[in-house]
Nanobody, 128 residues
Framework: QVQVVESGGGLVQAGDSLRLSCVAS????????MGWFRQAPGKEREFVAT????????RYVDSVKGRFTISKDNAKITMYLQMNSLKPDDTAVYYC?????????????????????WGQGTQVTVSS
């Protein structure tokens, strides 16, 4: 079993920065990719960013390109999301997700259905 736990959310003003963390525990040796998704009230959960665990390749949703940076620490099995120049539209619950497979491909995964393990979410609120 693998578990992931997010942290780092909070209430900030527009233009501020936050760094989210996601720590994985359990049987993490089959981690292929990790990603960040977010869900605003009344909206569907949407893809934000992903990182391939082997290649470190990344992908972002257009709305956060140039402002958010996804990264990872292999030793700590931790993923980060550095969020700069935050906007009120970034307000949402942010979820960490992990894809686990015996054999991993060098792909980037953008769909919620691509991931097997989800965290409980951390609230990010950006005031104008």
């Amino acid at each position: 079993q693998v578990q992931v736990v997010e942290s780092g959310g909070g209430l900030v003003q527009a233009g501020d920065s936050l760094r989210l963390s996601c720590v994985a525990s359990g049987r993490t040796s089959s981690t292929c990719a990790m990603g960040w998704f977010r869900q605003a009230p009344g909206k569907e959960r949407e893809f934000v960013a992903t990182i391939n665990w082997a290649t470190r390749s990344t992908r972002y949703v257009d709305s956060v390109k140039g402002r958010f940076t996804i990264s990872k620490d292999n030793a700590k099995i931790t993923m980060y999301l550095q969020m700069n120049s935050l906007k009120p539209d970034d307000t949402a619950v942010y979820y960490c997700a992990l894809r686990s497979r015996v054999y991993c491909l060098n792909n980037l995964y953008l769909r919620t259905s691509d991931y097997d393990v989800w965290g409980q979410g951390t609230q990010v609120t950006v005031s104008s």
